[in-house]
């Protein structure tokens, strides 16, 4: 799997926008970019994934550069709630689910 | 209603003995995993199985024996426990295509 780039912490305020960057610069054609995130003592939870064309679903917008070098997630209006860490994790759709995940970026919303 | 759920959710337990912890997925699906998330808040895979079927198998001391009995269950056996072994242990499960997971709320496991 590629190896993946994501700023350690962030902050946001609620109610705005959250822009989690995450850089793969190694990405092969066929590998996907999946985001997980994981709110304190809970289990990682599925939040959005892509091959190259933007997604976005009930809980984020997925937005992947045209040379699929590097990607965003966006949380459109961040809560409180939304504070946990975010992984960024690129993996072929065949991996059997063979997650690698990094250190992850830790969004902090506050009030 | 639970998807993934796995018990206990706290264990403390003395080095040298032997524990499970269990997991159930009411989800349907055909592959389930543990995980291990150590101190550092690494996540780890540790095994795989696809319908009762052992497919991924990281390099995990031969102390830990998953069991799967069908493939709602597998369960994770852990022998002669040591210190090292303090982690959270996450048991999860995912659909038939892709890598969309399923985890579940984690066991935290303490060697005393």
């Known amino acids: 799997d590629a190896k993946t780039t994501q700023p350690p912490s962030m902050d946001c305020a609620e109610g705005r926008a959250a822009n989690l960057p995450c850089n793969h610069s190694t990405i092969s054609g066929n590998e996907y970019v999946y985001w997980y995130r994981q709110i304190h003592s809970q289990g990682p939870q599925y939040i959005i994934h892509?091959?190259?064309n933007n997604e976005t679903n009930e809980m984020a917008s997925l937005i992947i550069t045209e040379d699929r070098k590097s990607s965003t997630l966006i949380l459109p209006h961040a809560t409180l709630r939304d504070t946990a860490v975010y992984y960024c994790i690129v993996t072929l759709r065949t991996s059997y689910g063979k997650l690698t995940f990094g250190q992850g970026t830790i969004l902090t919303v506050h009030p | 209603d639970t998807a993934v759920s796995q018990t206990p959710k706290y264990l403390v337990t003395q080095m040298g003995n032997d524990k499970s912890i269990k997991c159930e997925q009411n989800l349907g699906h055909d592959t389930m995993y543990w995980y291990k998330q150590d101190s550092k808040k690494f996540l780890k895979i540790m095994f795989s199985y696809n319908n009762k079927e052992l497919i991924i198998n990281e390099t995990v001391p031969n102390r830990f024996s998953p069991k799967s009995p069908d493939k709602a269950h597998l369960n994770l056996h852990i022998n002669s426990l040591e210190l090292g072994d303090s982690a959270v242990y996450f048991c999860a499960s995912k659909t038939r295509d892709g890598n969309t997971i399923y985890f579940g709320e984690g066991s935290w496991l303490t060697v005393v």
């Open positions: 892509g091959l190259k």
